[in-house]
């Protein structure tokens, strides 16, 4: 989840809008639970917020914890692949891993996240197959490899999430960058 919520503040921030993102890991060796959060305004950020509009679950025990914390109107993914919630009501669920797995790139189910959370907000796709072409642009053999199987776990997220039905609105365009990334 950290890459997905990560990569959507980043691609956003590349086209000129606000983020500000907020990372909790656990002081666990291994398989703690990690939260990460992402907000994205054509305006500065000056908090992490009170309400979450999005939740994403890889797992039931995220489910568990932050169900109670998604506004109303907002809206819970959820790795069907693991686990079924016991409210659909605001939720639609995907099997993450399956998925990426259709791309021919196993370690995709962020990227098959990231499409889902840009369909919710009418994000549209170029910023994220350009996030993506900078991400995976590293002169190695198989970038374009890593790239067209990225792209389309993006794309496959993004269909998945028009099929649920959801749109929380759409994203006011950004005011385009101003600053030099480092």
């Given at each position: 989840m950290?890459?997905?919520?990560?990569?959507?503040?980043e691609?956003?921030?590349?086209?000129?809008?606000?983020?500000?993102?907020?990372v909790?890991?656990?002081?666990?060796?291994m398989?703690?639970?990690v939260?990460?959060?992402?907000?994205i305004?054509?305006?500065?950020?000056?908090?992490?917020?009170?309400?979450i509009?999005?939740?994403?679950c890889?797992?039931?025990e995220?489910y568990?914890?932050?169900?109670?914390d998604v506004t109303?109107?907002?809206?819970?993914i959820?790795?069907?692949?693991?686990?079924?919630?016991?409210?659909l009501a605001?939720?639609?669920g995907?099997?993450?891993?399956?998925?990426?797995?259709?791309?021919?790139?196993?370690?995709?189910?962020?990227?098959?996240?990231?499409?889902?959370l840009?369909?919710?907000?009418?994000?549209?796709q170029?910023?994220l197959?350009d996030?993506v072409?900078?991400?995976f642009?590293?002169?190695r053999?198989?970038?374009?490899?890593?790239?067209s199987?990225?792209i389309?776990?993006?794309t496959?997220?993004?269909?998945?999430?028009?099929?649920?039905?959801?749109?929380?609105?759409e994203?006011?365009?950004?005011?385009g960058?101003?600053?030099t990334?480092?």
């Open positions: 950290v890459t997905s919520s990560e990569g959507l503040a691609a956003a921030s590349n086209v000129g809008y606000h983020v500000q993102t907020f909790t890991f656990p002081s666990q060796i398989g703690g639970p939260m990460s959060q992402a907000r305004s054509t305006t500065p950020v000056l908090s992490s917020g009170d309400d509009d999005v939740l994403v890889f797992n039931e995220a568990l914890n932050h169900r109670d109303d109107g907002g809206v819970i959820y790795n069907s692949g693991d686990f079924e919630p016991d409210d605001s939720s639609f995907m099997p993450f891993a399956d998925l990426a797995k259709s791309t021919g790139n196993a370690r995709a189910e962020n990227m098959i996240v990231l499409g889902a840009a369909h919710l907000v009418s994000m549209a170029s910023i197959e996030f072409r900078a991400r642009t590293r002169g053999p198989n970038d374009d490899q890593i790239i199987s990225n389309e776990a993006l496959l997220g993004r269909q998945e999430a028009e099929k649920s039905g959801f749109v929380l609105g994203l006011a365009p950004s005011i960058p101003k600053a990334r480092f």
